[in-house]
């Protein structure tokens, strides 16, 4: 007999545990609101459980297709690398967790366990499930440990408004080795990614950097101040399009930081295979304390 409350709640804690560790070992950015949803995707999609059993095939296909729907909804889509990078953590895990419980349920005796196209279902006690959870917390917190991404300090939320429009808000890397410049004033630049970032920016920059990453000539558009900033990178030197932001504060593990008039760089390649949609380096952070200082000084 299968209790659905149980089958529901037990697999909604895993998928978001699951998760989580996926996001660390991956190195990607996870939400609490887009965990969740993903966690409830990977509950709903044990109903499995409950239907005709399948040909062997289709029932594998089936775990495949959801465990990549279940990815695509909790980290969403920034590029094919990224994506099946966090689709094989999470499969893994979820491979690793089935090998765990099935040693466990054949080592303690457990009884009223069914299998279903690919599902384990399981009768736990209230007791039972609650130390099921806390040990999957205490091996989420090792595979951390062990396998964690980049430190809190490395991790910040950038937000910019240019000419007027709504603020963009993106995850930002701290990278002590990026030292863009712009050219005219001479203080450091933050890149964008507009792959990362083009779902909030408004239609004509869009389509300005659209024509102009296609190898275009188009005029910037109207009230947006234009700036070519040389980059070298490995596939060579070019010109990206710059512009100056009407605001701009940073927020991360080292404290919030305000640049107001710094220069928003774009390109159009995904930025450390699309886990961040911004870079910037210590010399923003040097130039806006500064700055902050400088500012302070006056005032008193």
């Excluded at 009223?112 to 599902?119: A, C, H, K, L």
């Excluded at 000539?217 to 399009?241: D, E, I, M, T």
Aim: charged fraction near 15%; include cysteine; proline fraction near 5%.
């Amino acid at each position: 007999m299968v209790y659905l409350d149980i089958l529901l709640l037990v697999n909604f804690l895993i998928g978001y545990f699951l998760l989580r560790a996926a996001a660390r070992l991956a190195g990607a950015d996870l939400g609490a609101g887009r965990a969740l949803a993903g966690a409830a995707a990977s509950a709903l999609s044990t109903l499995i459980l409950l239907a005709p059993e399948l040909p062997g095939w289709l029932g594998a296909a089936y775990k495949l297709a959801t465990a990549a729907a279940i990815v695509l909804i909790a980290f969403g889509f920034k590029g094919w690398r990224p994506f099946l990078r966090a689709c094989v953590w999470f499969f893994i895990l979820n491979l690793g967790l089935a090998g765990l419980v099935l040693l466990a349920v054949y080592r303690g005796g457990f009884s009223g366990m069914q299998v279903n196209n690919f599902s384990v279902y399981i009768n736990l006690s209230p007791v039972v499930l609650l130390l099921a959870v806390l040990c999957m917390y205490l091996l989420i917190r090792l595979l951390l440990a062990l396998f964690g991404r980049p430190g809190p300090e490395n991790l910040w939320r950038l937000q910019f408004a240019l000419a007027g429009a709504p603020p963009v808000e993106l995850q930002a890397f701290y990278d002590t080795g990026f030292f863009l410049q712009d050219p005219l004033s001479g203080c450091q630049a933050l890149l964008v990614s507009w792959p990362g970032a083009k779902n909030q920016l408004p239609a004509e920059l869009n389509d300005f950097l659209r024509e102009y990453f296609a190898g275009g000539s188009p005029l910037p558009p109207a009230g947006y101040r234009l700036r070519l900033v040389p980059c070298k990178s490995a596939a060579g030197q070019r010109a990206l399009p710059g512009f100056i932001a009407a605001s701009a504060a940073l927020r991360g593990g080292r404290g919030a930081y305000g640049g107001d008039g710094a220069t928003v760089v774009f390109t159009d390649q995904s930025l450390r295979d699309g886990q961040f949609q911004a870079l910037f380096g210590s010399e923003f952070l040097h130039s806006e304390t500064k700055r902050r200082k400088s500012t302070c000084t006056k005032d008193g």
